[in-house]
């Protein structure tokens, strides 16, 4: 079965950085756009970034561009998410998720993704 496990989460002072990793099983994963979202409690899940499959084309939330890197290794089937100058409001669960290639839709919409791990906690502290 398909798995996507995140890691590198943790707590961080603001201005720090962390590097989110995603490491996929059970597909083919160089035929997935892989992306990223978050979510706060009682909040909805929100887009971060996402990479395609081939890794040429890289989308990020406004609020995040400049400071975050999303990236890949076909290789090694992993995501990674590189933050830099992270603030307090980037403390959420960051989820990892995979769309086929095939699927119509925005990769930066939650219903166009087919898998999605656990997730990982950053926080950020002030």
């Known amino acids: 079965q398909v798995q996507l496990v995140e890691s590198g989460g943790g707590l961080v002072q603001a201005g720090g950085s962390l590097r989110l990793s995603c490491a996929a099983s059970?597909?083919?994963?160089?035929?997935?756009?892989m992306g990223w979202f978050r979510q706060v409690p009682g909040k909805e899940r929100e887009f971060v970034a996402a990479?395609?499959?081939?890794?040429?084309?890289?989308y990020y939330v406004n609020s995040v561009k400049g400071r975050f890197t999303i990236s890949r290794d076909n290789a090694k089937n992993t995501v990674y998410l590189q933050m830099n100058s992270l603030q307090p409001e980037d403390t959420a669960v960051y989820y990892c998720?995979?769309?086929?290639?095939?699927?119509?839709?925005?990769?930066?919409?939650?219903?166009?993704?087919?898998?999605w791990g656990q997730g990982t906690q950053v926080t950020v502290s002030s």
């Open positions: 998720a995979a769309a086929s290639k095939s699927n119509r839709g925005s990769w930066r919409i939650i219903r166009t993704y087919d898998y």
């Open positions: 059970g597909l083919t994963f160089s035929s997935y756009t």
């Open positions: 990479v395609t499959w081939s890794g040429g084309s890289q």
